[in-house]
């Protein structure tokens, strides 16, 4: 909605202005607007646009999330470098019940870009695995299959791994 830059200047004028306040002795004024800075400092790290694209994932919704994530225009100046992976990552994930190939291409961007979340990171690795044994490329998927286990510490995607071990047995 508002620019990255944007979002930190009307943060320092409202902690600005909180300060004011509590100097006239309006100190719940101070505290509480001081506080409502908090919300543009954490937008700044965590894109709108995209939490609620991830919101519409969570409920299916393929066609929802990519109007939310239509919404950012130009996302290489408006966004910062891990927002910037995650759109490409969500970008990733939408594609990748249509077209395999550019889904792979959006899942390696989002990976060369980072990810905050291994979990995350890991499931963007299991989906190119994916696609590298859909593609025949056995010994990619194989090292992708690896490093995905290794990411996933809380063994939250070991039956997905184990079943793609199962299915490149019989590649």
Not at 83 to 88: A, E, K
Not at 108 to 113: E, F, R
């Amino acid at each position: 909605m508002f620019n990255k830059n944007l979002k930190l200047i009307i943060a320092g004028l409202i902690i600005a202005f909180g300060i004011y306040q509590i100097t006239e002795s309006f100190i719940g004024n101070g505290i509480s607007l001081i506080l409502f800075s908090g919300i543009f400092i954490f937008l700044y790290f965590k894109n709108e646009m995209i939490l609620l694209a991830f919101l519409r994932l969570r409920k299916q919704d393929f066609d929802g999330a990519k109007k939310w994530l239509d919404r950012i225009k130009n996302p290489e100046s408006a966004l910062t470098q891990k927002q910037l992976g995650y759109y490409n990552y969500l970008h990733g994930l939408m594609l990748s019940q249509k077209n395999m190939t550019q889904a792979e291409k959006y899942f390696k961007k989002a990976i060369k870009l980072g990810l905050s979340m291994d979990h995350d990171l890991a499931m963007a690795k299991l989906n190119l695995a994916g696609i590298a044994m859909t593609k025949r490329r056995k010994r990619e998927a194989q090292m992708l299959l690896k490093e995905a286990k290794k990411l996933d510490k809380n063994g939250m995607m070991t039956d997905q791994i184990r079943m793609m071990k199962q299915q490149m047995k019989k590649i």
